[in-house]
């Protein structure tokens, strides 16, 4: 059969007329021997087999392909072949890529039956990324995705940009010893789940005979050429939009508005009925797209409604409101050519309440829009541990997908660990999945293990794919199993549970898979700092003294805070030394929050009672800490407050570097703030003197020590913070140190808000001491 009596016998569409057009002109050259034996006389330009093997050809770049119309030479190679595979299996899109030179990545070299733009997030393309034309690459296989499903399923990252039905097939365009690249076609929703053995015959043959012309290409040496996309040119003007000027006249008299849209969503006709309701004059409109013209058009969901048509070959529809309250509604019927879309007026008042998102959406779908997703993302980012990424996932994930009830699965040891769950009244019932092994076949760990969702629209279907098991908690009757994978790795599993069965379209499982990823990117996020902040408690818990030791006649008690933000450990510490038959205490502050300022802390503690040890009078025991402090090179400074203990003297001296005034609670329950003298903080002076301060302490007396985190807050005076906290130990002096102390730390204004560390040590002259 010749090229012009298969155009007669078969109305093909845009990218198929375009093979035809090229086969009706074809230019000089040689037959090619492939087309030969299929029975048909297509030529091809000239090029003889030689031998040698140079580079493979490759995709050509943005600024070749922008002049590929202007080029005269050879017919278009990756054009022909992609508009004569389309018509062979009657697909209305597809792209060749290439392999880039030098580089694992695949470049689209030419489209055809959809604008670029549909692509444009898979322009260039990783060997490694999980796309159907670059496993087809990797594996050397013809990659079949048999639907919007499936691709949810398999190709969430497609899904969530294209979540409409479609089907799809990519094949490698490779000899047996070389790779050039790849090809995709896609057909409408419409299509069967299955490809048929012709499709499958003629798909492998097209990528086989492309790549034997590449190949002897590259043998010549004679690089590609830029070549133009393939999508359907633009209808000009009415008459060729309607074919006859009485179509036109019919046209116009219709009492609802026409518009006829190109596949780039360019206005090529309107009628006055469409002009007027979107009130705006027709010149105005045509050459643009309504979404750009029409002010209150301006939403990423009614351009979503035109690439859903345009993708699927399905008619679609939606409502938009025209201020200041009239309702129209659109309805789209796609071609491969374009769409016409029909505006009327909405009356319906399930219209007025708003289209579904999609006119074949599953009745009850609930989809998270892209402000949701993002408002989502934005609060995963603040969650700092684990417990808040639960404690969000259930206050802002779960109600935004109908969810009642979730279970957030890690793993450790090789076996399931449950790492927090909302919406159980009693939390035994998750206890079977803590402790799975991950060998199991359950649906937790098949989750975990392959990275691929799972969802159960009822109990039944759960029991059938996994018979003779039960490991969801009882109570709910539809469950969507979701991998947390961040960083190319499994962190956990999101169990999201409900109360009713609940039927998962594609496009909800495609937004359920992205919130799984922001999920696991929160929760990874949030293991590491859990991970950091037990480190921190360990440190510090090895820093600072485990237990107490005061001297006969005085009782001691202290308390540590960490700061609310950060690593949660700073420069804070404090100690108390039993020398007999005096004592000595210190309390202290490190400059800055971190591992640092701790491992200072620890050095200038353990110098303390070096020094308290060998019998070191006060001055000279901050002289010392002060040059310990300098030597070490470190460049932060510190704190301090320290005092020799006499009890049987009812006596304490005190030396002072910088540090807070103490308190000092006299029996009578009188309160005052000592006013010692002092030196600058430790580590500014290596000559720096410190002078001390002998107090009074008689029996019944509470002195209180403390770091400035307990005083100092952003917006309040220091003077009215020590105020305050001198009413508190007034008043409530006469309790055991034990509750004074948590009364002290929990009531400061300072302390509420925790800025910074806090410590606090107490001591009490015994009465009968």
Sequence with gaps: MCPGERGKRRRPGAASRTALAVRRSPPRGSLDPEDATRGRTRRWSGVSDTTGAPPAPTAPGPKARAGAAARPGRPPLLSFTLASLMEEVQAHSGAIYLLAAGEPVLEIAVTAGLPRA???????????????????????????????????????????????????????????????????????????????????????????????????????????????????????????????????????????????????GRIAFANSAAADLLGVQVADLLGTQPWVSVPWLNDPMYEDRYRAALISQHVTSFVALKPPGDWLSFRMYPSTTGLTTRISRARAVAEMVGALPRADAAPGSRLVTISQLLSLAGALTEAVGVQDVVQLVADEVAPAVGSQALVILGSRGGRLHVLGQRGYDDPRTVERFDGLPLAERTPGTHVLNTGVPAFFESKQQLE??????????????????????????????????????????????????????????????????????????????????????????????????????????????????????????????????????????????????????????????????????????????????????????????????????????????????????????????????????????????????????????????????????????????????????????????????????????????????
């Design 118 to 264: 549909f692509v444009a997030p898979w322009e260039r393309v990783g060997l490694s990324t999980p796309i159907p034309v670059a496993e087809a690459v990797r594996e050397r296989r013809l990659v079949w995705v048999g639907g919007e499903e499936e691709m949810a399923r398999r190709y969430p990252r497609i899904s969530v940009v294209l979540p409409y039905p479609f089907a799809l097939a990519a094949v490698p365009v490779a000899t047996a010893d070389t790779v050039y690249g790849a090809l995709y076609v896609t057909w409408p929703g419409s299509h069967p789940t299955v490809l048929s053995d012709r499709e499958r015959t003629e798909l492998t043959a097209a990528a086989d005979r492309l790549a034997k012309r590449l190949a002897r290409s590259a043998r010549q040496q004679r690089p590609l050429r830029a070549e133009p996309d393939l999508p359907a040119a633009p209808p000009s003007g009415v008459a060729g939009t309607l074919g006859t000027v009485e179509a036109a006249r019919m046209v116009g008299r219709l009492p609802y508005g026409l518009i006829s849209l190109d596949l780039h």
């Design 464 to 769: 059938r794919l996994y018979p003779g098991r039960d490991d969801t908690p009882d109570g709910f009757a539809a469950w969507a199993y979701l991998p947390l994978i961040a960083s190319g790795r499994p962190v956990g599993t999101c169990v999201l549970a409900y109360a009713e069965p609940h039927v998962f379209p594609a496009d909800e499982r495609a937004v359920l898979t992205s919130l799984g990823g922001l999920i696991a990117q929160a929760l990874e996020r949030a293991l590491l700092y859990d991970a950091k902040n037990q480190l921190a408690h360990g440190l510090q818990a090895a820093l600072l003294p485990h237990s107490l030791t005061p001297p006969p006649g005085i009782e001691a008690a202290a308390r540590y805070l960490p700061a609310m933000h950060g690593m949660e450990i700073g420069g804070d510490f404090y100690d108390l030394v039993p020398t007999r038959p005096l004592a000595a205490a210190v309390i202290g502050d490190v400059q800055g929050h971190n591992v640092t300022a701790a491992g200072l802390m620890g050095q200038i503690r353990t110098g303390v009672r070096a020094f308290t040890t060998v019998g070191q009078a006060p001055e000279e025991v901050m002289r010392s800490t002060n040059r310990l402090l300098i030597d070490s090179g470190a460049d932060l400074f510190a704190s301090c407050l320290y005092l020799r203990l006499d009890p049987e003297r009812g006596r304490a001296v005190m030396a002072r570097a910088g540090h807070p005034p103490p308190l000092l609670r006299r029996p009578d329950g009188r309160v005052r703030v000592l006013d010692l003298a002092g030196g600058p903080l430790l580590g500014i002076d290596a000559e720096a003197t410190y002078p001390t301060t002998e107090v009074s302490l008689a029996p019944g007396s509470v002195l209180a020590l403390y770091t400035d985190g307990l005083v100092e807050s952003p917006g309040v005076d220091i003077e009215d913070a020590l105020v305050d906290l001198g009413e508190l130990l007034a008043e409530n002096g006469g309790q055991p140190l034990d509750k004074l102390a948590d009364t002290l730390v929990r009531h400061s204004a300072a302390a509420q808000e925790r800025v910074d560390d806090v410590a606090v040590l107490l001591l009490r002259a015994c009465p009968d001491g």
